[in-house]
C-alpha cells in the first residue's frame, strides 16, 4: 500500500500525462498501468484554442487524483506561484515541487527547492519534492515538513535508470519513515523492479511509456515490473557473494574424490 | 491600456482582472491567474485593478510528468 500524506493507495506508480500518442493512447495507458495517480501541469491558456478545457475533461474522466507540478519553474518565486494557480486550479493541497537548475540535466535546483518547501508547506501544501539523491537536502526537505521525497534516477526523460544506485539505497537507510518514489530517469520495466527492490515506497514514470512503441503495453508491463520488484524486497533479496557457493548438496556427489577439492 | 497577457501585448479597456478574464472570453473557463509574478485568487480578481506595466499569467490545465 502505497501512502501519500494519509491517503493509501494500491498502485505504486504514479504516471505523467504527457508526450502520449493520441489522447486515446493515454486513456488506455492509464487503465493499463493501473495507476490510481496521474501528473499534470499548468500552461498559458489561448482564449481561441482553450486547449486546457478539453484536456480536463478528459482527466475527469479517467476518474484517478491529480497530483500538479511546477514543472518549467526556475525559482522559488515561480514555484511558489505556480502552485497557488495549481491549487486553486485542481482543488488539491498536492503540489509536485520542482525547481529546475539546469536545461541540459533538468537537474533540481535544490536551494530554491528547499526555499519553496518550507513556504509551501507552512500554507499546507502537501508536497511531493522532486529531488537528488542528496542526504542533507533531503534532511531540510523533510525538516521543513514533507513527508515524501521524490529523488531522481538520472535526468529527466534520459531512461537512462539508475545512475547512483548506492546512494538511493542510503537514502532509503536514512529516511525509513518517509515515502520514497524515484521520480525522472526510467527507462525499462527492469529500472522499476531496481527501485522496488531497494524498498522504496513508489515510482513516478512518464517518457518511458508514453514514448514506447506500444504505449499501452509498455504500462502494463511496469506495473507488473513494480509488482515483482516489490514482492521481492518483501520476500528479503540475499546478498551478493564475491564466490559461487553450490546451491546441489555436495555431500553424496558420484565420483567424489577428496584429492579434487581446492 | 496595453498590458502583457501571457507574454503578448494587448490593448483592453478592462480595469480588473475579473473584466479582463470575461473580455477574453474566460468566463466559466478552467483558469488560473497571477499578476508580476505573484497569484491572484479567483475571489480577488474582481478587486485586483490593472495598470499599464501589468504582466498577466492565464493558465489552465495541461499534460504534465
Known amino acids: 500500500m502505497l501512502k501519500l500524506?494519509?491517503?493509501?493507495?494500491?498502485?505504486?506508480?504514479l504516471l505523467?500525462?504527457?508526450?502520449?500518442?493520441?489522447?486515446?493512447?493515454?486513456?488506455?495507458?492509464?487503465?493499463?498501468?493501473?495507476?490510481?495517480?496521474?501528473?499534470?501541469?499548468?500552461?498559458?491558456?489561448?482564449?481561441?484554442?482553450?486547449?486546457?478545457?478539453?484536456f480536463w475533461e478528459?482527466?475527469?474522466?479517467?476518474?484517478?487524483?491529480?497530483l500538479p507540478n511546477t514543472a518549467g519553474c526556475r525559482t522559488a518565486k515561480e514555484a511558489i506561484a505556480t502552485a497557488q494557480m495549481a491549487r486553486e486550479l485542481f482543488g488539491t493541497n498536492w503540489v509536485k515541487l520542482e525547481v529546475i537548475a539546469n536545461?541540459?540535466?533538468?537537474?533540481?535546483?535544490?536551494?530554491g527547492l528547499v526555499e519553496a518547501a518550507n513556504v509551501l508547506c507552512a500554507e499546507g501544501f502537501e508536497v511531493l519534492p522532486y529531488t537528488t539523491e542528496d542526504l542533507s537536502a533531503a534532511e531540510r526537505l523533510v525538516a521543513a515538513g514533507c513527508q515524501v521525497l521524490m529523488p531522481w534516477a538520472s535526468p529527466i526523460g534520459s531512461a537512462r535508470g539508475l545512475m547512483n544506485k548506492p546512494a538511493l539505497k542510503t537514502l532509503r537507510a536514512y529516511f525509513p519513515e518517509t515515502t520514497l518514489i524515484v521520480d525522472a530517469g526510467l527507462g525499462a520495466p527492469s529500472h522499476a523492479t531496481e527501485v522496488m527492490e531497494l524498498g522504496y515506497d513508489g515510482v513516478l514514470l512518464n517518457t518511458a511509456i508514453a514514448k514506447a512503441a506500444d504505449p499501452v503495453t509498455m504500462a502494463s508491463a511496469f506495473a507488473k515490473a513494480l509488482e515483482a520488484g516489490r514482492q521481492g524486497f518483501e520476500a528479503g533479496l540475499i546478498e551478493p557473494r564475491d564466490m559461487g557457493t553450490p546451491s546441489t548438496p555436495v555431500a553424496g556427489t558420484p565420483f567424489f574424490k577428496i584429492d579434487r577439492v581446492s | 491600456m496595453q498590458i502583457l497577457i501571457n507574454g503578448e501585448?494587448?490593448?483592453?479597456?478592462a480595469r480588473n482582472l475579473d473584466e479582463l478574464c470575461g473580455e477574453l472570453g474566460f468566463a466559466g473557463a478552467k483558469i488560473a491567474t497571477a499578476i508580476n509574478g505573484s497569484f491572484v485568487a479567483a475571489v480577488k480578481r474582481a478587486s485586483t485593478e490593472l495598470s499599464p506595466t501589468d504582466e498577466i499569467e492565464i493558465v489552465s490545465p495541461r499534460q504534465g510528468g
Open chain 1, 16 to 54: 505523467g500525462t504527457a508526450q502520449y500518442p493520441s489522447p486515446d493512447i493515454l486513456r488506455r495507458a492509464v487503465e493499463a498501468s493501473g495507476t490510481e495517480i496521474v501528473t499534470v501541469s499548468l500552461r498559458r491558456e489561448s482564449a481561441r484554442a482553450r486547449t486546457g478545457q478539453g
Open chain 1, 103 to 111: 536545461d541540459d540535466t533538468l537537474q533540481p535546483e535544490l536551494f
Open chain 1, 58 to 66: 478528459l482527466i475527469e474522466q479517467l476518474g484517478v487524483r491529480v
Open chain 1, 5 to 13: 500524506y494519509g491517503a493509501n493507495f494500491t498502485s505504486r506508480l
Open chain 2, 9 to 13: 501585448p494587448v490593448a483592453t479597456k
